[in-house]
C-alpha cells in the first residue's frame, strides 16, 4: 500500500496525532540529547543555576526524561497510530497528560518564563494532544485486553 493511500485510510484522530506527535518527539529526542550530551548548558544555553534547589545537580536527569518520556513515548504512540493500533488513543491521552506533568514540574522547579513562549506553547500542545487523545477514545471505546471486558 503507498503512503498516500495508507494516510487516506487513517482516522482523521489518527492523521493529527501521527503529526503532532512526531513532531512533539523529534524536538523532544533532539533537545533531550542537547541535555544529556551538555548537562552543564554546554549546548542548550540553560544555567544550572536555574536547578539549585531541586534534586538534580545538572541536566543529564532531565534529559534523559525528556529524551526517553517526551521524546520516543510520543515517537512509539505515533507509529502505534500509524499501524492502527487499538491502544493509540488512549496512549495519546497519555502522551498529552505526560507533557502536562513535565511542563508543571518544570515551572515548579525553574520558575515560568515567557522569553521566549515555549512553555506556554508546550502547555498548550500538551492539552491538544490530551483532549484529542480524550476525543478519540470517546469516538472508539476503551480498548480492552483480549478476554477482558473494560470495566464499566
Do not use: C
Amino acid at each position: 500500500m503507498s503512503v498516500l493511500r495508507h494516510v487516506g485510510a487513517l482516522s482523521p484522530y489518527a492523521r493529527v496525532a501521527v503529526v503532532i506527535e512526531t513532531l512533539l518527539g523529534i524536538g523532544a529526542v533532539a533537545g533531550g540529547a542537547a541535555l544529556v550530551i551538555g548537562r552543564h548548558g554546554e549546548i542548550v544555553p540553560l544555567p544550572v543555576s536555574a536547578l539549585a534547589g531541586s534534586p538534580f545537580p545538572d541536566y543529564f536527569l532531565p534529559g534523559l526524561v525528556l529524551f526517553t518520556v517526551i521524546g520516543l513515548g510520543p515517537l512509539a504512540v505515533a507509529v502505534l497510530a500509524w499501524r492502527g493500533s487499538r491502544w493509540a488513543p488512549i496512549l495519546t491521552a497519555a502522551v498529552g497528560v505526560a507533557l502536562l506533568i513535565w511542563l508543571a514540574v518544570q515551572i515548579a522547579i525553574i520558575g515560568y518564563t515567557s522569553e521566549p513562549p515555549l512553555q506556554a506553547l508546550y502547555l498548550l500542545l500538551g492539552a491538544v494532544i490530551t483532549l484529542l487523545g480524550v476525543g478519540w477514545v470517546a469516538k472508539n471505546g476503551v480498548p480492552t485486553v483480549r478476554g477482558h471486558p473494560a470495566a464499566s
